[in-house]
């Protein structure tokens, strides 16, 4: 059989594929809920008979303290790398669900999009890993290009504890030379992408305590501390009015993007204004100057308040003098600014701060690496070829502002790289109402999968 | 009869007063809970009946959009001075029911002090008003030595609505020559106390948008502008780090305490480190220097800030750049600044320090002006007279921070002055758990409101 086969058995089948998909999706395996436990279950039972139906060696589940994982093999490509296709089968919540055109758990059609929870983020994409595989073996009388491990995780919408225990602990089960992600978009319709960077985090919470108790305004107020006040002094502090982190040595380590990187992401269709008004919606956009957006948002680090529990929060008027108050601060991470040296200097800083009257206390509530793949491996040349093939362009390498962090631990405890490569579309509305995968995406992302086994091959 | 047979009543029926107190008390009339409605009105019915039963006139509730109001009168002393007794039969809710060492509603004696929801605030005081009047009715065989108005209300601690309607539109109803509010407590134990002074306020939200809708901060952050940051920019900028309102103008009509005033306040038994230890509990004690504690907390205008709803106040970490952001911000002031104003002046410069990306809206939710007493009238000269009998000391001045709004709705609408003749102690635990009234205090309280009485004809 000719290389071609598998891709034509894809087309020939794609209609299945996507009835399939819809069969996935009408289960709720919403991983946060409880009242769905026994549905992400199903889903992890539906993938791995799958799996088992195509052909694929050693399936099983493995047990976590959490949803379990999905293992599945296919060793026998004596010679050649080994692939350890990632993706994971829960969902985020439906809710609001009022807001869905069609119910969330069952998939519709319209206009090209198949919508449904999970639709691109990643039951449908982790499918097209699935279908590929299923091409390969199929068109090639059970036989891959290439060695494979599939790992599928159930917990990845609320942290993915799981997987990163397994990941560390027992790294020698998933042992490969490369992984492939498909949980990210590409930058426009039609725009093959390959993401190369992602940002780290460290998300932390500021303690403030002042009086014993709470305490009346009018009795106190002029005399004991405010931790909300004293909160608002901290916090104006840490970043100046156009958006400057101003923790000392906080990016000490910052490697900036290569001169070749910034110039292609110049060259990428991205319009600040149509983004403003689109994606936003603010009267403008903030951040450091001299910067682009896709510099701000990709390559900087940056600074959120993301709410400041305590004191009175109901309608109308109480006039208390809260006893505490809390800030929840996180912080955006570039290579090769460190979690740990990041928050101890940002603790540091934050405890300089501290007005007269109260006490501090400065949390880590949990962190992330930052991430910079390098695009010089054949694996890369491996993905681009592949989908220069599907799509007739070259590839863009991008970045982006947000974390994954099972990236990070291949990287760290597999010692392997990760190739993001991902068919989601800007607008499919991911962890939002009317979520959607673009139904020509799901297919062509099957044919650059399938390409890209043979080109790493 | 003797001028003292008045005395002699309430000495010689004291316990019967407590019983009946007791009997009021066991009344769950927490006005702010919809399930107590009918306690409250039981409240309501369990005052008037005692008004009639003491041989007061007219007595009849007067209903108003909330909870009754009790009206009674006595009016038969010609030429005699009118004086308005005011009080509320209301309470706070008892949470956190655990703290109570005797249950709230179980009126409980231990160490000379009665425990109960109420028992200082106000439902005692407020009693000592109908005993007094009780005993010179008795005593002198239904003659009163003044004429008597007597309002009752049942909101005091949900806002007040009910009166404050009532006093505006039918003022004439009420017509006085002084009110007395016994509601406040002595600066001491056994140091006669007339507060002659009370803070204003305005309470004010004010409100940030920024994005359209709550973003990722992984995506967005260092492109979308953050609510919550901007309004600590805003906040940081409303006091300088000393506690000292920035505001321009803000306090241009301020009246600063006379000479002779802040002389007596310095004689006042006031220790700053057993009130910060004991009352504040922080390390430090807070606000402008160069102002002593009761200057600050009576006589300087305050900035407080009470909460700050929005975005994410859960356990753990979301990563949301919210859409928008609130701060409860309340300011109280003192005599001569008009909460209007001060309102415009806030919100002009709040309005000048908006950031860049973020609208911003400012509220007012509610206001109450400052008060300062005039100590140059006969009624001042006939309340200290009467505590110095009782209680052999000369009466201090002092002011309180809080606000008491009927005080100024008082002097606005009936254009009369308030005697704040109060008997609590400063540990009665006021809105809190194991609220006690030193029945010495009530004792006490009910010999000082007849000797006013007469010296008041």
């Known amino acids: 059989m000719s290389n071609n086969s598998a891709l034509e058995f894809a087309t020939e089948n794609g209609a299945r594929f996507v009835d399939e998909l819809k069969a996935l999706l009408r289960i709720p395996s919403v991983s946060t809920s409880p009242e769905h436990k026994d549905d992400v279950r199903r889903a992890a039972e539906f993938v791995a008979a799958e799996l088992k139906r195509i052909g694929m060696d050693h399936v099983r589940l493995i047990e976590t303290d959490g949803h ?41 059609e319209r206009d090209g999009n198949l919508y449904a929870r999970g639709a691109v983020d990643d039951k449908g994409q982790m499918w097209m890993h699935v279908k590929a595989l299923e091409s390969l073996l199929t068109a090639h009388g059970g036989v891959l290009p290439a060695n494979v491990r599939v790992i599928v995780e159930g917990e990845e919408e609320v942290g993915g504890e799981g997987i990163a225990a397994f990941v560390k602990e027992h790294g020698d089960a998933l042992q490969s030379d490369v992984a492939l992600v498909s949980d990210t978009e590409m930058f426009a319709p039609g725009l093959p992408t390959l993401c190369v960077g992602l940002r780290g985090m460290i998300y932390t919470e500021i303690e403030v305590r002042g ?218 509305n991911l962890h939002a109402p009317n979520e959607k995968f673009h139904l020509q995406n799901f297919h062509d992302g099957i044919q650059s999968i399938i390409r890209f086994f043979q080109n790493v091959a």
């Not at 060793?75 to 969330?104: F, M, N, R």
């Not at 949990?366 to 694996?379: M, Q, R």
Request: aromatic share 8%.
């Open 68 to 108: 379990p994982l999905v293992y599945a093999d296919h060793l026998h490509a004596v010679g050649k790398p080994t692939v350890l296709c990632y993706g994971h089968y829960d969902v985020q919540p439906a809710e609001p669900l009022e807001e869905w055109i069609s119910p969330p758990f069952e998939p519709t």
């Open 211 to 428: 009086a014993r108790t709470d305490l009346h305004s009018g009795m106190y107020g002029g005399a004991a501390p405010n931790p909300f006040f004293a909160l608002t002094q901290i916090i104006a502090q840490l970043k100046d009015a156009d958006g400057r982190i101003l923790i000392p040595h906080f990016a000490d380590e910052l490697q900036a993007p290569t001169e070749d990187e910034l110039k292609a992401w110049k060259s990428l269709p991205f319009d600040e204004e149509h983004y403003r008004e689109t994606e936003v919606g603010s009267s403008d956009l903030t951040g450091e100057p001299g910067f682009s957006v896709l510099e701000r948002t990709w390559a900087r680090p940056t600074l959120e308040v993301h709410g400041m529990p305590g004191g009175f929060i109901g309608a109308g008027a109480k006039t208390v003098i809260p006893a505490k108050a809390v800030a929840k601060v996180s912080m955006r991470l570039v290579p090769d600014m460190m979690p740990q040296k990041s928050f101890e200097r940002f603790r540091d800083y934050v405890l300089s701060l501290v007005p007269k009257g109260v006490s501090v206390e400065v949390r880590l509530i949990h962190s992330g690496d930052p991430i910079v793949i390098s695009t010089d491996n054949p694996y890369v040349r491996a993905a681009t070829d592949a989908m220069q093939s599907v799509f007739g362009k070259d590839t863009v390498f991008v970045r982006s502002g947000g974390s994954i962090p099972i990236v990070g631990d291949f990287e760290r405890h597999l010692k392997i790289p990760t190739l993001m490569m991902g068919f989601g579309l800007p607008d499919d």
